[in-house]
């Protein structure tokens, strides 16, 4: 009976027999202050500065080649093509971006249909030349014309769609330049009415 008492205090009495809780570790004031300031880094830019310069970085990088090109195109061919007209405009405010965006857009979509066409051409001048007998180029050049018109889509509904995204681009390239035109205006007139006000500035 005694052996079997002092066993048992013997098992409960031993460390490794009794269940302990995980303590949980403390973060000191630093590591919790450091912790919000990281957190804070994370959520993005909130000033429209802020969203404006991660906005045209994405345009610039790339980020934003799957709103504008399909799986057959490059997305390196795009950011070049992008970057070339950001470098071009170099747009300074959000509705600036926004119109080269829509400018972006409606350029890489006209050289895309454009591409399309020539290729359905040159195929069809192929079929033209391997299905008859030599001809003048011009009545090839009919002659394929003519089996595009029957085919779906037809080449002048294409050219149509072509000449649609041509004409946005010049509407947006207007307005894009009529903004900028407008903020040198005022930039002009700010200086004006500043020299105005003190005419003897550069005397002095």
């Given amino acids: 009976m005694n052996n079997d008492l002092t066993e048992e205090q013997s098992i409960t009495n031993d460390p490794s027999t009794v269940e302990t809780k995980p303590r ?3 973060m000191s004031e630093a590591a919790l202050a450091a912790n919000r300031a990281n957190a804070k880094k994370c959520t993005g830019p909130k000033t429209r500065e802020g969203k404006f310069k991660s906005s045209l970085n994405a345009l610039k990088h790339g980020a934003y080649s799957h709103n504008f090109i399909l799986k057959t195109e490059d997305a390196g ?5 992008s970057k070339s007209f950001i470098d071009e405009f170099q747009p300074a405010t959000p509705s600036e971006l926004e119109l080269l965006k829509q400018l972006i857009s409606a350029a890489w979509r006209r050289n895309r249909i454009a ?3 020539q290729l359905r051409l040159n195929n069809a001048i192929d079929t ?7 001809t003048p180029a011009a ?3 009919q002659q394929a014309y003519d089996r595009l018109e029957i085919t779906q889509p037809s080449f002048a509904r294409q050219q149509a769609h072509e000449l649609r995204l041509a004409n946005l681009f010049q509407r947006t390239l207007c307005r894009l330049n009529s903004i900028r035109d407008k903020k040198l205006r005022d930039k002009k007139l700010r200086n004006e009415t500043k020299f105005i006000r003190d005419p003897f500035s550069l005397a002095a």
Avoid: D, G, H, R
Avoid at 77 to 81: G, H, S
Avoid at 128 to 134: G, K, L, Q, R, T
């Fill in 77 to 81: 061919t795009f950011e070049n093509f």
């Fill in 128 to 134: 033209v030349i391997a299905n008859s007998e030599p």
């Fill in 139 to 141: 009545e090839i050049t």
């Fill in 115 to 117: 591409e399309l066409i």
């Fill in 24 to 26: 949980k570790k403390t």
